[in-house]
């Protein structure tokens, strides 16, 4: 029995990990410890329904999973306190980690998105999934999918905006 579950799972969750993370870090806000936990999680309950989704979708199944994994985890109030040996140094303009902290104000951008809209923006417009795609990961109709990821932009063209506005 742990055989025929296993056959496929291994291979999928390698060639797939990185990109999970990826994806479940920008639906968590670049919160890292996060996103490795919806990961983890998602792929948990995956290795319970791999024999049914195997041969189907199992990218969209997982995909599903981290979405509304995301959108309950950000009702929670407290997630205690994150401890970091220093704290991080502001890049000096110019240098080589700019496009780091682009995508850092980016992840912080995200953050600041209702996990319906962090949600949407994710998964049309990073992972480049069809509205149909979208609105089902989101268990929504097409339209309410839409409209969250056009209010998502919008509010990330706003947020980024005033980030750049010159001082003075």
């Known amino acids: 029995?742990?055989?025929?579950?296993?056959?496929?799972?291994?291979?999928?969750?390698?060639?797939?990990?990185?990109?999970?993370?990826?994806v479940a870090r920008l639906?968590?806000?670049?919160?890292?410890?996060?996103?490795?936990?919806?990961v983890q999680e998602a792929l948990v309950k995956l290795w319970f329904a791999w024999p049914k989704v195997a041969?189907?979708?199992p990218e969209a199944y997982v995909r599903t999973v981290?979405?509304?994994?995301?959108?309950?985890?950000?009702?929670?109030?407290?997630?205690?306190?994150?401890?970091?040996?220093?704290?991080p140094d502001r890049p000096a303009p110019g240098d080589v980690s700019s496009t780091v902290a682009e995508r850092s104000r980016l992840e912080d951008a995200l953050?600041?998105?209702?996990?319906?809209?962090?949600?949407?923006?994710?998964?049309r417009y990073y992972e480049d999934l069809p509205e149909a795609q979208v609105a089902q990961a989101l268990g929504c109709p097409v339209g309410t999918a839409r409209?969250?990821?056009?209010?998502?932009?919008?509010?990330?063209?706003?947020?980024?905006?005033?980030?750049i506005r010159p001082v003075g």
């Open 66 to 87: 981290l979405v509304r994994m995301a959108a309950r985890s950000a009702r929670r109030r407290w997630w205690g306190e994150r401890p970091v040996e220093q704290l």
């Open 55 to 57: 041969e189907q979708a």
């Open 111 to 123: 953050a600041q998105l209702s996990p319906k809209q962090r949600a949407a923006v994710v998964l």
């Open 1 to 22: 029995m742990e055989q025929v579950r296993a056959d496929g799972f291994d291979e999928f969750a390698a060639a797939r990990w990185s990109a999970l993370l990826h």
């Open 27 to 38: 639906l968590t806000g670049g919160d890292r410890q996060r996103a490795e936990d919806l």
């Open 147 to 163: 409209s969250h990821a056009s209010r998502g932009v919008a509010r990330l063209r706003q947020i980024l905006s005033d980030a």
